[in-house]
């Protein structure tokens, strides 16, 4: 299959989704700076090989399932969850190939968790049997909070309408890594057996202790973000304050 289809690996399934959208943005906002491109095609081409990709796993994910009613509801909720990606995929490319600034640090910022999670994804296959070293775990941890407070400073503040994207981008890398915990412990209990009250009950139990957790890395954005625009303000008002050295040369 194209897409490892399975309850234990939801998020990977999100996030191979998601960030084919981010970067066929991102790589139509660089090449849209020299010449102009239409993005609609691109955004259907992303579609396509999307929509491919969902059918082909799913529909061989369909022909080892039974008759049953939980196996039913065992596609019906892949099948949701990967449309719901390929949307999300689609608004991430709209919002990352814009030419303005505002649109592009907010895809790069609400995909910042994503992509340290596809990053993992990465680091764990090379990894093998020997697991991830400790340091680059840790690395990781941090990584989701250095993207976006780098983020933030490339934005700025200025319009007074970008404080809505800082706001968004860092209520997201709050939020975020805990839904994607949460999920990932419900769906992922093999000894809830399918029970779907109990699964939301498990889930709902862990996503309060989840927030308390992830706050430490959206604070660190935020200190990164203001710090980080204040030196630039800084910057930028002592190169304009410099005097103008340029004097007519003396004819010898």
Not at 14 to 20: A, D, P, R
Not at 152 to 159: A, D, I, N, Q
Request: net charge positive; aromatic share 6%.
């Amino acid at each position: 299959v194209l897409l490892p289809v399975s309850q234990y690996a939801v998020i990977t399934v999100f996030v191979l989704i998601l960030m084919g959208g981010v970067f066929a943005g991102l790589t139509m906002h660089l090449l849209a700076r020299r010449r102009s491109f239409l993005a609609c095609p691109t955004a259907i081409g992303l579609l396509i090989v999307h929509a491919y990709a969902v059918a082909q796993s799913l529909t061989v994910v369909a022909n080892g399932l039974d008759d049953g009613r939980r196996s039913a509801l065992y596609f019906v909720g892949m099948l949701g969850g990967a449309v719901v990606a390929m949307l999300l995929a689609q608004t991430a490319f709209w919002l990352a190939s814009r030419r303005s600034t505002g649109p592009v640090a907010l895809a790069i910022g609400l995909s910042a968790v994503p992509f340290v999670v596809w990053i993992r994804q990465i680091v764990v296959a090379v990894s093998g049997p020997s697991g991830m070293p400790m340091p680059m775990a840790d690395l990781l941890r941090w990584l989701p909070a250095l993207i976006v407070g780098v983020t933030l400073v490339w934005c700025r503040l200025r319009p007074v309408r970008r404080l809505a994207v800082w706001l968004v981008v860092l209520l997201a890398l709050w939020v975020i890594p805990a839904l994607f915990t949460t999920i990932q412990y419900g769906l992922g209990m093999r000894v809830l057996n399918g029970d779907l009250s109990e699964m939301a009950s498990a889930s709902g139990q862990v996503l309060p202790l989840a927030l308390r957790v992830e706050i430490l890395p959206a604070l660190l954005a935020l200190a990164l973000g203001v710090v980080g625009v204040i030196v630039r303000e800084v910057v930028q008002r002592r190169k304009l304050q410099q005097p103008i050295t340029n004097e007519p040369m003396k004819a010898e």
